[in-house]
């Protein structure tokens, strides 16, 4: 029971690392060009289909209403049913507009509407997802047993990834394609690639930072153990 508890825990990471990896890769899209997008986009689907089965328990729990609900619960469980939308949409969208991964669904929905769709609900997925890691931080965290020494540093290293995020964040227009106002994502012609997936790294490590903030601020950490 607990060796194959210790294999679940141990796929469950990996999913989530891959899951993450492919994010930062499909959000660098004017690096990676558009089939490359595409199949990434296809695997990490189905890599999201396989994260909702390796967490079953969860959706068990909440629609038995199992369990007591804590700001943190309800906050984390809020976030991940929104993130879970958005991802359907997102892939949706992309699907509908597939010209190389999955070319017959072509057109499954009106193209003009599936564009925006896709430019918004992508960008809210990353942030989501962003947030949705921030709130299991400390969790992560407590299990590994880290001393005060180290505990400081990292929030330093951190405070700063996420600081130098937040202003690439702003000057990227990215709340423009999430609140349906742009309808295009506009790109910087020849960036190299490792700085535009650096430049996505650290948005997210924004967003992961105010999870972790949000979660520290609403639970103790012996709700994470």
Known sequence: MASSSKIKNKLKMAVDILLTVFLLMLMSYQATGEKIHEWVGIGMSLLFVVHQALNLPWYKALLTGKGKWTAYRTVTTVTDLLLLVSMVLTAFSGMSMSAYAVPFLYGMAKLTLVRRMHLAFSHWTFVLAGFHLGLHIPGISARHHKDRKTEKIFFMVFTCFAALGFVQFIRSGILSYMFFIAAFAFFEPGKPMI???????????????????????????????
């Open 195 to 225: 700085l535009v997936f650096i430049e996505y790294f650290l948005m997210f490590a924004a967003w992961a930072f105010v999870g972790y903030i949000v979660c520290t601020k609403l639970t103790s950490k012996k709700d994470h153990k």
